[in-house]
């Protein structure tokens, strides 16, 4: 069974540090990977997209990825209150139905950033 | 740019009513769309997935249908709400990539 895991937390960081949320997918076949961002009471929003190993980095965010550990990663400099939010990782299998597979998503990890 | 839109925003419904949640897209053609439930507590589970006009593939067995009557169109049903059936539910749309775009989402409550 295809599984993503993440620490539920919350995970507590003021203002100014690195947020550093971890990802685990039990699947050796997953191909690309997603950081979704949920503020309380919305829909996921995309925020990165990570498909080969190594670091992909987009403002403030760097995702990191590594296969043969079958671990992905968001970090987040300079994290600001506005940062608050659950964080979700996703992980896409291309035999996971459709044309393009389908995503299995981990529960989430909640941060918090302290003023 | 493309827009997706989910209605109602939020349902009160009693156990046994019917449901009907209805997603639309604008700005794309052809997507491959998506319902999903978040229950409070627990993590995205996906419901239905649709490749195309009439082509509903189901994920987990449930009291649940689901119909795509046109291209850009995706309904939620159910005969006979139950109890367990409270949630928030998400559709998402995707054109030939795996990333996936979520609507604002119906959250709704069975009583």
């Known amino acids: 069974q295809k599984e993503v895991e993440q620490n539920s937390g919350p995970l507590s960081v003021p203002e100014g540090a690195i947020a550093s949320l971890n990802c685990t997918y039990s699947?050796?076949?997953?191909?690309?990977f997603f950081w979704y961002r949920q503020y309380s009471g919305k829909s996921p929003e995309l925020i990165m997209s990570?498909?080969?190993?190594g670091d992909k980095e987009d403002g403030r965010f760097t995702a990191q990825l590594n296969k043969a550990s079958q671990y992905v990663s968001l970090l987040i400099r300079d994290s600001q209150p506005s940062d608050s939010a659950t964080y979700l990782c996703a992980v896409n299998h291309m035999d996971y139905g459709g044309s393009q597979g389908n995503l299995i998503f981990g529960k989430g990890t909640k941060l918090s950033v302290k003023p | 740019s493309q827009t997706i839109h989910q209605w109602p925003a939020t349902l009160v419904q009693p156990v046994g009513s019917p449901l009907s949640l209805e997603c639309t897209v604008e700005?794309?053609?052809?997507?491959?769309l998506y319902w999903y439930r978040q229950a409070a507590g627990r993590g995205l589970q996906l419901l239905f997935y649709?490749?195309?006009?009439?082509?509903i593939s189901s994920e987990v067995p449930q009291n649940l249908s689901a119909s795509r009557p046109q291209d850009r169109q995706f309904i939620l049903s159910s005969k006979k709400l139950l109890l367990s059936d409270s949630g928030f539910y998400l559709c998402a749309w995707s054109v030939r990539v795996p990333e996936q775009f979520f609507g604002p989402g119906t959250r709704l409550t069975v009583l």
């Open positions: 700005g794309t053609s052809n997507p491959n």
């Open positions: 699947d050796r076949g997953s191909q690309s």
């Open positions: 990570i498909y080969s190993n």
């Open positions: 649709s490749v195309g006009i009439g082509q």
